[in-house]
Nanobody, 115 residues
Framework: EVQLVESGGDLVQAGGSLRLSCAASGVTFDDYNIGWFRQAPGKEREGISCISSSDGTTYYADSVKGRFTMSSDNAKNTMYLQMNSLKPEDTAVYYC????????WGQGTQVTVSS
């Protein structure tokens, strides 16, 4: 069974940092696009970062560019999202995602940024 499990969500003050982790089981990242999404209350799920399997390029949404950094450790089958300079508008449930032979989503982890 393929699973993605996030961790690292927390309550943090504006300007602070968090690192989210997403551990995969039953699959390896090597040949697949992987990414992070988030969903704030009352809003649609938003793609914020992804790593392209074709060339390893990392893409970011404008809303997080320069503040968030996505990385992956394929040996550990784990992806990360380092979030710096957090803002209250970053408050959301964060999901990792893998475009494997079928789409797989993690269960989500809550990030709350207080002003």
């Amino acid at each position: 069974e393929v699973q993605l499990v996030e961790s690292g969500g927390d309550l943090v003050q504006a300007g602070g940092s968090l690192r989210l982790s997403c551990a995969a089981s039953g699959v390896t990242f090597d040949d697949y696009n992987i990414g992070w999404f988030r969903q704030a209350p009352g809003k649609e799920r938003e793609g914020i970062s992804c790593i392209s399997s074709s060339d390893g390029t990392t893409y970011y949404a404008d809303s997080v560019k320069g503040r968030f950094t996505m990385s992956s450790d394929n040996a550990k089958n784990t992806m990360y999202l380092q979030m710096n300079s957090l803002k209250p508008e970053d408050t959301a449930v964060y999901y990792c995602y893998g475009a494997f032979s079928f789409d797989v989503w993690g269960q989500g982890t809550q990030v709350t940024v207080s002003s």
